[in-house]
């Protein structure tokens, strides 16, 4: 890794996508959403849907009706690990499962906050825009599947390839992560306050991770950063907020970035590519 | 895409056949041109429990050479043959189909000279033998074969199965798993994903005179165990190896007559969820299988990648 270009932070000079993200990093998060052309709901407004005998298009249909209805708090009960669940809401919603998620879960999201109370399996909150998820247990592997905004937690381990190819927006894992973490990554933020399995930040073009264990080994392109006083605030403040008991100070977190080979890649000729390629 | 699961009982004796069938047709989604299971009852103090096919399932092929009456007779007494050939006296014999046997016999010779042997009858082909392993395997999902095979009230200590979605070879019962470690009695794999050396290690095994009945690349794993065992080394060490040896994506369960195991490939390529607590085990590529064992919410969490599991019944 000898004579890459180290990157120091990503955070001024970002400018990430979804609704959320411009003022996304304020600890007044709440604030910052802004929602078009979606249903007004109020979140006193408390409805309950039991998942025991429907399958995943019929729950997410119910879903959407009780939001039109105004329901601003929806709990699912059981919903039994079954696959696809939450998939697809644009609004603002607390929406809460008793249980835990299958495949799929809660993929194209934008706006809601989301609690599951179990386990989550592959391809959790995969391409979500913006809102906020807590998984209470475990998550399956590619969590944070092409992430875009938002805030993504969960407070046991996550599986291989979490956040791979994510754009934007926040991963944090209180246990520990397995190998390709951050896999392809081009933008956001990968927290881990246990251990990196192998081949973390492999072929990421950008982006931070911030790690509290050990990675056991980086992939390629991913180099180790300096952390700067605003970064570790901005540790501090996440972690806090997500409510993670993590037995390591913010200060003493470790931090990788982008080698940017691949970056500088990018911006070869088409003829200086080739002569790599050839 | 196929679907694997397993489930180990500690020290209990259950109906493990409605376990299996539950997870199994769980994961139907994964895989719908196949079922198999590979059940442990309680095991024989004396003699072996075989089970064996001497015909293919044809029933869904067109234009198919469908084995008439009077070939499937000739095959069964010419397997009849050998085993009294070789000093075996069946005690007990039932048919499910009139392509599959199960036969309880007496025997006291070599065990991979007999299954060799009766593996030259045509169209033959010996999917189990143990003291305890009965493996049966048919096209369709997890309760059509369970009905036809009368696997809802199989009382055992574990089981492992599969669901398949065929990819490298033809949707029939030869390329079903689960698998038998020919010729080590109650040792069965059920693998999930793609190896892409299969045929240099296939290569060498058959040189080292291993047979294969099938072209896929699943059946491998089973051999690929039996020759490490051959050589006097442990399960869990023979996994481990082949988390190196192996090449390509994979998840497979293996289980032998009082333990279950698990591998997951470098890559963490194919999914496993797993659950344990003190009286039981469950594994199952998707927990809306597991699931259908355990109604209520349980925790659960995914082995990471190159990860070895083993445990005892």
Redo the contacts between chains.
């Keep these: 890794m000898a004579g890459l270009t180290k990157k120091t932070s990503a955070f001024d000079d970002e400018n990430l996508s979804g609704r959320s993200q411009k003022l996304f990093f304020e600890v007044t998060e709440e604030e910052n959403y802004t929602y078009y052309g979606n249903h007004e709901v109020d979140f006193n407004k408390r409805t309950s849907i039991d998942c025991e005998g429907i399958n995943a298009h019929e729950l997410n249909q119910k879903i959407r009706d009780s939001i039109r209805k105004g329901y601003g708090s929806i709990v699912i009960k059981n919903p039994?690990?079954?696959?696809s669940l939450g998939v697809g809401i644009l609004n603002k919603l607390n929406l809460i499962f008793?249980?835990?998620l299958?495949?799929f879960g809660i993929g194209c999201i934008d706006g809601p906050t989301v609690r599951i109370?179990?386990?989550v399996?592959?391809s959790c909150a995969e391409n979500m825009m913006s809102g906020k998820v807590v998984v209470e247990?475990?998550a399956?592997?590619c969590f944070g599947a092409a992430l875009r905004g938002g805030d993504l937690i969960v407070k046991?381990?996550a599986?291989?390839?979490t956040g791979i190819d994510m754009k934007g927006g926040t991963i944090l894992i209180g246990g520990n992560a397995?190998?390709?973490t951050g896999f392809m990554m081009q933008r956001g933020r990968i927290i881990v306050c246990g251990d990196v399995?192998?081949n973390m930040g492999d072929s990421m073009y950008d982006g931070i991770i911030f790690v509290g264990g050990e990675p056991h080994s980086l992939g390629t392109d991913c180099v180790p950063g300096e952390m700067n006083e605003h970064e570790v605030r901005w540790l501090e403040q996440k972690i806090k907020n997500a409510e993670i008991d993590c037995k390591v100070p913010a200060s003493k977190f470790k931090k990788y970035v982008a080698g940017r080979m691949l970056w500088n890649y990018d911006n070869l000729e088409p003829a200086e590519k080739k002569g790599i390629l050839g | 895409m196929c679907g694997i699961a397993g489930v180990i009982n500690k020290k209990k004796t259950v109906n493990v056949g409605e376990q299996m069938g539950l997870m199994l047709q769980g994961l139907k989604h994964r895989g719908p041109d196949s079922t198999g299971y590979a059940m442990y009852g309680t095991p024989l103090k004396k003699g072996f429990v075989m089970r064996f096919k001497i015909s293919e399932n044809e029933a869904e092929k067109v234009n198919a050479n469908v084995d008439s009456p009077d070939d499937l007779k000739n095959r069964k007494n010419a397997v009849d043959a050998i085993l009294k050939k070789h000093g075996a006296k069946v005690t007990k014999q039932s048919s499910s189909t009139p392509y599959a046997f199960r036969y309880i016999f007496d025997f006291k010779g070599d065990l991979t000279d007999l299954a060799t042997e009766i593996e030259t009858v045509e169209k033959t082909e010996i999917l189990s033998i143990g003291k305890g392993l009965e493996l049966i395997k048919d096209l369709g999902d997890a309760t059509t074969v369970s009905d036809q095979y009368g696997l809802n009230k199989f009382m055992g200590t574990h089981g492992i199965g599969h669901t398949r979605m065929a990819t490298e070879s033809d949707v029939d019962i030869k390329s079903a798993h689960p698998y038998w470690a020919f010729p080590f009695e109650d040792v069965s794999v059920v693998h999930n994903g793609q190896l892409t050396n299969y045929w240099g290690n296939r290569r060498v095994l058959e040189r080292k005179g291993y047979r294969f009945n099938s072209n896929c690349d699943s059946e491998i794993i089973a051999v690929y165990i039996a020759d490490k065992m051959a050589k006097g080394i442990v399960l869990e060490k023979a996994m481990h190896d082949s988390l190196d040896e192996l090449d390509g994506v994979f998840t497979y369960v293996v289980a032998t007559k009082d333990q279950l195991g698990m591998a997951k490939d470098h890559m963490a390529a194919k999914p496993m969820v797993i659950y344990e607590s003190k009286d039981i085990v469950a594994c199952a590529s998707e927990e809306v299988a597991i699931r259908n064992i355990f109604p209520h919410e349980i925790k659960t969490y995914d082995p990471y990648e190159a990860e070895v599991k083993v445990w005892q019944a």
């Design positions: 039994g690990a079954k696959h008793e249980g835990s299958g495949y109370n179990g386990r399996g592959w247990n475990n399956g592997s046991g381990d599986g291989a390839r397995g190998a390709y399995n192998a």
